[in-house]
């Protein structure tokens, strides 16, 4: 079965940091990889989607995901934090190749601090 | 656009009481789904529907009913509420088209509390 693992339940940095959420994932076969964010009292909405075109994915707001086979992980990414950005982020594993049912990671929590 | 629309927000119940959480999406996708949100457990599916008259179990069926008998609407049914259950829940849907495999929208999500 599909899972995927969310290292650091929260994770802090200072605006104008780096930002480095971690995901791995476990499957043999490379399955669709998805980050979602979820912004205070709202639902989640999509950040970016790994489908096997490219290893390095990008998404909105700046954010980007490299897909490392090797390593089984699709790690979260951004250059410079905002205020913004504080959120809870969960990373998805796709149940298989042609299918909506996506299994959730149990989120990291981000705090940026001015 | 309204997107996907749940109602209610907000909402009480005691132990043993019946309730629908409604879920309605204006985009005519044939995936919907409802997850359970809890703290430190990420999000739970719990049923979901391919298409009008196709639903199907999740991780964490028991307690729940669903039915589809339109592609708008996908309505939740607790039967018989219990503190397990206060929990909030997004309702999400999906184009399922070439291309859009897992691009998920969700609601803004009700939040229940059973005494």
């Known amino acids: 079965a599909q899972s995927v693992t969310q290292l650091g339940s929260h994770v802090s940095v200072s605006e104008g940091a780096l930002v480095l959420l971690r995901c791995n994932y476990s499957?043999?076969?490379?399955?669709?990889l998805f980050w979602y964010v979820q912004y205070p009292n709202q639902g989640l909405q999509l950040l970016l989607k790994y489908t096997s075109a490219a290893t390095l994915v990008k998404g909105i707001n700046g954010f980007e995901a490299e897909f490392k086979k090797s390593e089984t992980s699709f790690h979260l990414t951004k250059p410079s934090a905002h205020m913004s950005d504080a959120a809870e982020y969960f990373c998805a594993v796709s149940e298989g190749q042609n299918t909506d049912k996506l299994i959730f990671g149990t989120g990291t929590r981000l705090q940026v601090f001015p | 656009n309204a997107g996907v629309t749940q109602t209610p927000k907000f909402q009480v119940l005691k132990t043993g009481q019946s309730m629908t959480l409604q879920c309605a999406q204006d985009m005519n996708h044939e995936y919907m789904s409802w997850y359970r949100q809890d703290p430190g457990m990420g999000l739970r599916l719990i049923h979901y529907?391919?298409?009008?008259?196709?639903?199907d179990q999740g991780e964490v069926p028991n307690g729940y009913n669903v039915s589809r008998s339109t592609t708008e609407d996908f309505p939740l049914r607790l039967l018989s509420a219990a503190p397990s259950q206060t929990s909030v829940y997004f309702c999400a849907s999906s184009y399922s088209g070439r291309g859009h495999t897992g691009e998920l929208f969700f609601g803004e999500g009700s939040r229940l509390t059973v005494l």
């Open positions: 499957s043999s076969v490379p399955p669709y």
């Open positions: 529907s391919v298409g009008a008259g196709i639903t």
